[in-house]
């Protein structure tokens, strides 16, 4: 069994930056890619980033390119999302996941474990 845990939500000014964080347990951390995803009131669970089983390799949606970065430390079990230049539309509830493989993907399906998620709220 795998358990997630994310942490550093909160409430932030539109511009403004907040890194969040996603405690790992469970099973070997570093074989597995990382991912997270966000879901706003009312929407589906859609994707942010992922990044591979090393950190070597990463991947953002369209709508975070440029703004967010993901990373991990291994050593420490856990994956990061550093979010800058905060939007309103940015706001939701934050998920980190782990993928069945070493390297990420998109669809949220391909992830088995989820942690309980973070409010992010973006005022403008």
């Known amino acids: 069994q795998v358990h997630l845990v994310e942490s550093g939500g909160g409430l932030v000014q539109a511009g403004g930056s907040l890194r969040l964080s996603c405690a790992a347990s469970?099973?070997?951390?570093?074989?597995?890619?990382m991912g997270w995803f966000r879901q706003a009131p009312g929407k589906e669970r859609e994707f942010v980033a992922h990044?591979?089983?090393?950190?070597?390799?990463?991947y953002y949606a369209d709508s975070v390119k440029g703004r967010f970065t993901i990373s991990r430390d291994n050593a420490k079990i856990t994956v990061y999302l550093q979010m800058n230049s905060l939007k309103p539309e940015d706001t939701a509830v934050y998920y980190c996941?782990?993928?069945?493989?070493?390297?990420?993907?998109?669809?949220?399906?391909?992830?088995?474990?989820w942690g309980q998620g973070t409010q992010v709220t973006v005022s403008s």
């Open positions: 990044i591979s089983w090393t950190g070597g390799s990463t």
């Open positions: 469970g099973r070997p951390f570093s074989r597995y890619a």
């Open positions: 996941a782990t993928s069945r493989g070493p390297f990420g993907t998109r669809p949220p399906g391909e992830y088995d474990y």
